[in-house]
């Protein structure tokens, strides 16, 4: 590991006081603490960002175009409740709607997929509710 680089006092003063201090912490000071450094808040946008909703769905965007993808009897009886790193969780009026749409799970992630990008939506959950 490299040194820092070393800081020359401009008199025999401020030498002396440079020497007594690095006697007395026991190490060089160092040139200037806050040298890059970063606050946190200078990144967090872009983190979010990048992470998160780049590639990630609003919700809201699924809710407002769920009956146009699944058509107007599954709309009607299904409402997207989350989506979540790529899963798409739908709640289920009935045990039986369930399972008709537990059948047609790989077609409707086909047209999701073909609505809102085949990378957006990974799979489907559903809940009844």
Do not use: Y
């Amino acid at each position: 590991m490299a040194s820092p680089r070393k800081r020359k006092p401009a008199n025999r003063r401020d030498r002396i006081h440079e020497e007594l201090m690095s006697e007395w912490l026991g190490c060089e000071k160092p040139l200037e603490l806050n040298e890059n450094v970063s606050a946190a808040a200078d990144w967090i946008d872009s983190i979010l960002k990048k992470q998160f909703f780049a590639e990630s769905l609003n919700e809201e965007e699924v809710k407002a175009a769920w009956k146009e993808v699944a058509g107007e009897f599954i709309g009607s009886h299904t409402e997207p409740v989350s989506v979540k790193d790529g899963h798409l969780v739908l709640r289920v009026t009935q045990p039986a709607m369930r399972f008709h749409l537990e059948q047609m799970k790989p077609e409707l992630l086909r047209k999701i997929k073909e609505h809102f990008g085949k990378d957006k939506i990974k799979s489907i959950k559903f809940s009844l509710g």
